[in-house]
Structures are given as structure tokens and as C-alpha cells.
């Protein structure tokens, strides 16, 4: 709805750019087979061009417009009223609203009722002749109340009637006023009003907007995610099969070795004890590889190697169980195996660095159900916050802490991770599930690990994930998964 027939509303951009108008002008041009968007100073409408080009005069860049402005436009002998109202939205929107109102379509009932005023006027006038005298002072009373509210309307005043006179003439032109007066109001009213339907209307749009933007970018970056961890799996699993075969190798192996090694030693020490002492250079020799000590760390060795191969083959389960790629489907798991894997796999990010000491993990593990949830999100969850808590405390002077516990309810299970860390502001803390949102500076993080957490555990194991923090005494994020995730379905439905 416009505020009058012949006003003009439209919608630019900080740079310039044709978001939307009232008129048949277009916003866009077609380049190349491409739409190309407009300039207000392009615009096939004279007055969006006129107004556009006046606000860049006046103010170098429309980036300079924080608060509205009223402004006269001289185009082709006519004047017209401009208002430009910043628009803005927290999600980044920033554009100018401006309504131009031709100067005639406020003045045209004024100066058509001023014209009946004078021509009443001079009509009284020329009875006042005849009258006498004694009604002078009547119609003077009568004309100055009718000068005060037209000087009064004239400076914005529109709450102006004025008293109906025992004169005919006079109560005529006093009811015109007053009626004038009243259509003006409901004037301006109706242009407030349309002024609040067009903001409500582009708030309704542009929220709309914002939302499905929103979605779409969610679903993007959960598929990205998904394809990379898939990805991911597929990869350490390949490398975990790769190292495992040649691993088991050598760990059955140096059980023969040492074997194989003690009988040596036996012969050895057997032959020492009859015949190396007749032979002068073999005793030389014995003394100088200092023999003794190479029985005494060989096996030393072995036992070394042994724990390496047990600790590697520990290394490859634990990333295949990290993977999970043969539980896509739901399957009954124990939580904390994921969190022990998980452990294991961040065990080189807990270690002792040049920033900081040693970070020391304290778990409390009770007995727990198993639960019924897609195990290699749940494990993405817990890599994904784990992570955050190992990098809250990268630049902690004192011994960093992170406590994990478990525990069990009825018909969920609970697990709480707490750090030591620096802790999160509060204007901070309702972000943090928001897609795309980060702290960190550009190229370091994608606002998407605590997002695609939350969207695993609330949207996919119908669960809770929640965050408390204090500033400088750390941080505690608690999930909650359901013992049975097709129950919930079930009730849901």
C-alpha cells in the first residue's frame, strides 16, 4: 500500500543498489544472459534517481546515514517530500528506506480550502459593511481563531478545531477547517500506517529469508561434515588395516625372538663355561661389546618393542572403533569405550608444550547401560568438544584440568565435560550453538563443530546438550542421550 497515489517507495543498499520500489521500474538488467542489479542512479524512474543522487550529495557515502532524514527534491518544476529511514537487522541486513510524497498532495486541499477561506473572507467582509460597526469585533474573534490554528497547522500542529460561529458563514468555513484538519490527520495516520505494514511486511520477508538461508547453510555444512567424516572413516580405516597387518607380524615375532634369544644366551653361556676362557681373543672380545650388559638389555629391548607393537595395535583399535563405519545404523554401544578411543586419539594434544604443562585428564566412569545411538556421531561429539576444552587451556599458565563423568538415569545416560579453562562470556555463551559462529580468528575455525554437535545429540538421538560457563573458572558442557533412541521416536510420534 503507498501513502498516496502518486508517492514513491523503494529500498536501497549501502552501495547503491535497487533492492525493491513501488513503480514499474525495474531493479535488475539483464547482461550477458546474467541479471545484473541496478543503481539507484540507473534507475529508469527520474525521482529514484534524483533521490539517490541528492542523498550522495549531501552525504559523500549512504553509509553515512544512521538516522533518518527528511529531505526536499526539486525535479521538473515540482517538489517532493523524501524521508529515508535506516533499516537494519541482526542478521546483517542494512539498507534505506525512502518515501517520496509529492509537496501537492499535501498543499492541494489546503490551498483549494485557503481559496474558499479567502473567498468566504471577503464575502464577510462585504456583509460586515452592511452589519455595522458592532459585528467587527464578532468576525475579528472569528478570524484570528482561524488565522491561529492555520499558523499552528502550518507549523505541524494538526490537533486544531475551530469553535463553530453563530454566523453561518463563519460556522460553514470552521467546519470545513475542522474538516480539512481531520482529513489530514487521517492522512498522516495512514501513512503511518503504511510506513508500519511496509516495515512489518519487509521484517516478515526478511526474516523469512534468514531463515531459510539459515537452513540451507545447516544442511550444507552438515552434509560437507557428514562427507568428510565418511571420508575420514573410510581413510583410517584403510590406514588401520594397512598397519595392523604389519604390526601383527612383528608382535608375533618377537615372541620367537625371545625365545629363540634365550636359547641363544643358554649356548652362549654354556660355551663360556668350557671353552671361551682357553681362547684369549674371544674373551678380549667378550670384554670389550661388554657382553654382560647386552644380557642384561637385550631383553629390555624386546620387552620395549613388545609394548610399542601392543601400543600401536591399541592406536589402530582405537581408530576403527572411532570410525565406526560398520555402525551406520543404531546399535547398542558403551558411551565410555567412545570416550576411552577419543581419549586415546587426543593423547598427543594432553602432552606437555612450550605454552603450557601437562593437561590432566580426571574420569569418573560408573557402570553404564549401553545405549542404543549411532556411535560414530556420538564419537564426532565428543572429538568435537573434547577438542574445544584441550584448546581452552593452550595458554594456561597453571595445570590445566579436564574432569569427565558418567552416570546413569532411568531412561538416559549423562555425561559431563568440564576444563579449567578461561571459561566463556555470557554475551558469548547463547551463540555458541549458532551455525557458523567463532571466536577465532579467520582460517582457524568454522563455527561449526558445537552446531553440528548439538543438531547430532538434540536431532538425532532426541537428547539435550547444554552449556554452563564462568568467566576465568571454566567451562561445563552436558550431553544427555536417551537409553533407547527408537522409544523416543515413539513418543514423539
Excluded at 450 to 457: E, T
Amino acid at each position: 500500500m503507498r501513502p498516496s497515489s502518486s508517492a514513491i517507495v523503494f529500498i536501497l543498499e549501502r552501495d547503491g543498489l535497487l533492492v525493491a520500489n513501488s513503480t514499474e521500474a525495474k531493479t535488475y538488467s539483464i547482461q550477458n544472459n546474467e541479471p545484473q542489479r541496478i543503481n539507484g542512479l540507473q534507475s529508469s524512474n527520474p525521482v529514484i534517481r534524483a533521490a539517490t543522487q541528492q542523498l550522495i550529495q549531501k552525504f559523500g557515502d549512504l553509509k553515512q546515514i544512521r538516522d533518518g532524514q527528511d529531505l526536499k527534491l526539486r525535479l521538473n518544476h515540482q517538489t517532493s517530500f523524501v524521508q529515508v529511514t535506516p533499516w537494519q537487522d541482526r542478521y546483517g541486513l542494512d539498507w534505506l528506506v525512502v518515501v517520496a510524497i509529492p509537496e501537492s498532495d499535501f498543499t492541494q486541499q489546503i490551498n483549494q480550502n485557503a481559496k474558499t477561506t479567502i473567498l468566504l473572507c471577503v464575502i464577510a467582509l462585504v456583509i460586515t459593511t452592511y452589519l455595522g460597526s458592532f459585528q467587527v469585533r464578532w468576525i475579528a474573534r472569528s478570524i484570528h481563531r482561524l488565522n491561529r490554528a492555520s499558523s499552528a497547522i502550518a507549523q505541524g500542529d494538526l490537533n486544531q478545531t475551530v469553535q463553530i460561529s453563530r454566523i453561518d458563514e463563519f460556522a460553514t468555513l470552521a467546519r470545513s477547517f475542522n474538516s480539512m484538519v481531520e482529513q489530514l490527520q487521517a492522512s498522516f495516520i495512514a501513512l503511518e500506517q503504511t510506513n508500519a505494514e511496509l516495515e512489518q511486511r519487509v521484517d516478515e520477508r526478511t526474516e523469512k529469508l534468514s531463515a531459510a538461508l539459515k537452513t540451507l547453510q545447516m544442511a550444507q555444512a552438515q552434509m560437507l561434515q557428514t562427507e568428510k567424516m565418511s571420508s575420514l572413516g573410510q581413510m583410517v580405516a584403510g590406514i588401520a588395516h594397512e598397519i595392523n597387518n604389519p604390526i601383527t607380524f612383528i608382535s608375533g615375532n618377537i615372541t620367537h625372538i625371545e625365545k629363540y634369544l634365550a636359547e641363544l644366551m643358554t649356548l652362549i653361556d654354556l660355551y663360556q663355561q668350557h671353552c671361551s676362557k682357553s681362547i684369549p681373543e674371544i674373551q678380549e672380545y667378550i670384554e670389550k661389546c661388554d657382553f654382560e650388559f647386552i644380557v642384561i638389555d637385550l631383553p629390555k629391548l624386546l620387552g620395549s618393542m613388545q609394548e610399542g607393537a601392543n601400543r600401536i595395535q591399541a592406536i589402530v583399535l582405537s581408530l576403527r572403533n572411532f570410525s565406526r563405519l560398520d555402525e551406520a545404523q543404531l546399535k547398542r554401544v558403551d558411551l565410555q569405550d567412545g570416550l576411552e578411543n577419543t581419549l586415546l586419539l587426543l593423547q598427543h594434544r594432553l602432552k606437555h608444550t612450550k605454552s603450557r604443562s601437562t593437561i590432566q585428564v580426571i574420569k569418573d566412569f560408573p557402570p553404564l547401560p549401553k545405549v542404543e545411538c549411532y556411535a560414530g556421531q556420538l564419537n564426532q561429539v565428543f572429538l568435537s568438544i573434547l577438542s574445544n576444552a584441550i584448546e581452552a587451556l593452550e595458554d594456561a599458565t597453571y595445570s590445566g584440568i579436564i574432569w569427565i563423568a558418567t552416570e546413569a538415569t532411568p531412561s538416559s545416560v549423562i555425561i559431563r565435560i568440564r576444563d579449567s579453562g578461561k571459561g566463556i562470556p555470557e554475551s558469548v555463551l547463547s551463540k555458541i550453538f549458532d551455525p557458523f559462529f567463532t571466536t577465532k580468528p579467520i582460517g582457524q575455525g568454522t563455527g561449526l563443530g558445537l552446531s553440528i554437535a548439538h543438531q547430532i545429540v538434540v536431532g538425532q538421538h532426541q537428547g539435550s546438550l547444554s552449556c554452563v560457563s564462568e568467566v576465568s573458572k571454566g567451562t561445563e558442557l552436558t550431553i544427555e542421550v536417551p537409553i533407547s533412541v527408537r522409544k523416543m521416536v515413539n513418543l514423539g510420534s
